[in-house]
């Protein structure tokens, strides 16, 4: 069996706190932009709940039949209902959850990572005796199973993750960005078949190279600052036919040097030091705040279709297909999409009592047909 869509290279993820984080460093907004698939995935994209004790792992062939495949040690249903971004893929009788958020405040996203490498060979006495876990099966595992951080690192450590027979391809391979509602953030990676957690301490990730080589590569763009230049500090302006020179003309040379392609080093590079910037020249106060500064890191990196090239003829054009900002306290998870820049809103404790009850719910199609634009003429009339 094989599968045609291809994972691509643009997904970012942004974290934003707000209000005083020494008390309550959980006051925190997760915002991601998601590019996967081009538009062969755009019609399967769906909002959808997990109740408790719903089957979330699966043979990759759904054949309810078969359980001889699956390891006993594995929670084939879900100890926490969760809310979650699914998503069909083509010529595979597939279903996954591409992004999500439980009922404790857990969030659980995948980026494209083409540089893992899974534990499909990793045969040392470490690992040999723990149960299989397909990559694209985690997500869900997590999220029904994992209440914080530390249970998440735990849970990785008695499982094994493995590519698979239907996506072992490695572009379609992922790493994870997680948070938790104590304001916990950890970034897990698989190089060279071997379990990498990193403590995401500043709040960003996209894709290729490695999220190390991100976190070192920041040190290339040092001289990016709050401040506007002043070079009559540093080296003596010459007087010309023009006024003095140099001198900054405008504003933004603060930012002087910052990329703006939109490769995963540079969308690192960028989120990194606007977001930065920004909290150090204006720290959200409030939610709302903390909202408005995600919304326009995510708009920083918005790809409008067609701008990013092919890399060969069977690749999707990217585009940014979605957008996400959630607020793992108060358990609220929004959308929006690439025809609407509307947010749209779940609170999820008020899914709660249906969902403990283990009830299901029909998803909701993200792409929608609407536009997200209010004719208020009737304001003027």
């Known amino acids: 069996l094989g599968m045609t869509v291809c994972f691509v290279d643009s ?61 006993k040690r594995l929670s084939l249903y879900s100890k926490y209902a969760f809310i979650g971004i699914q998503v069909t893929a083509l010529e595979a009788p597939l279903e996954f959850v591409a992004d999500g958020m439980n009922e404790h405040g857990l969030s659980v996203g995948v980026l494209t990572h083409r540089g893992a490498f899974y ?36 849970t990785l450590e008695s499982i094994r993750i493995i590519a698979g027979p239907l996506l072992g391809h490695p572009g379609n391979y992922v790493h994870w960005t997680i948070h938790d509602a104590d304001g916990e953030s950890i970034v897990v990676e698989y190089i060279k078949g071997t379990l990498n957690i990193h403590q995401n301490t500043v709040g960003v990730l996209t894709n290729d190279p490695s999220f190390d080589w991100h976190l070192r590569n ?10 506007n230049p002043d070079r009559s500090r540093d080296i003596t302006l010459v007087e010309t036919e023009v006024g003095q020179v140099p001198k900054p003309v405008g504003h933004g040379f603060n930012l002087f040097g910052i990329p ?37 890191l995510i708009n920083s990196v918005f790809l409008p279709y067609g701008t990013v090239a092919k890399t060969s003829p069977l690749d999707p054009l990217e585009f940014t297909q979605f957008a996400l900002i959630k607020n793992l306290k108060d358990r609220v998870y929004m959308f929006r999409t690439y ?17 403990q009850r283990g009830e299901k719910t029909h998803p909701l199609p993200l792409f929608d047909g609407t536009v997200g634009i209010e004719d208020i003429t009737d304001k003027f009339l």
């Not at 723990?130 to 951080?149: E, H």
């Not at 020249?281 to 326009?296: I, K």
């Not at 509307?342 to 899914?351: A, F, G, H, I």
């Open 11 to 71: 997904c970012t993820m942004v974290e934003v706190p707000f209000g005083d984080q020494k008390y309550n460093k959980h006051n925190k907004l997760i915002g991601r932009t998601m590019e996967l698939g081009g538009k062969y995935l755009r019609s399967t994209w769906k909002l959808g709940t997990f109740a408790r004790g719903e089957r979330i792992i699966f043979h990759l062939s759904l054949e309810e039949t078969r359980t001889d495949e699956i390891d």
């Open 119 to 154: 534990q499909d060979e990793n045969k040392d006495a470490n690992s040999k005796d723990k149960p299989d876990l397909i990559y694209i099966q985690l997500v869900p595992y997590l999220l029904g199973n994992c209440r914080s951080i530390a249970e998440v690192i735990a």
């Open 218 to 227: 920041l040190n290339n763009y040092a001289g990016i600052t709050p401040f």
């Open 260 to 296: 703006g392609d939109f490769s995963p080093a540079s969308r690192f590079v960028k989120t990194f030091f606007l977001k930065q910037i920004a909290i150090f020249n204006s720290p959200p106060r409030n939610e709302r705040e903390a909202q408005t500064l995600v919304t326009g």
């Open 339 to 355: 025809d609407s820049m509307v947010w749209k809103k779940v609170d999820m404790k008020q899914l709660m009592p249906k969902l």
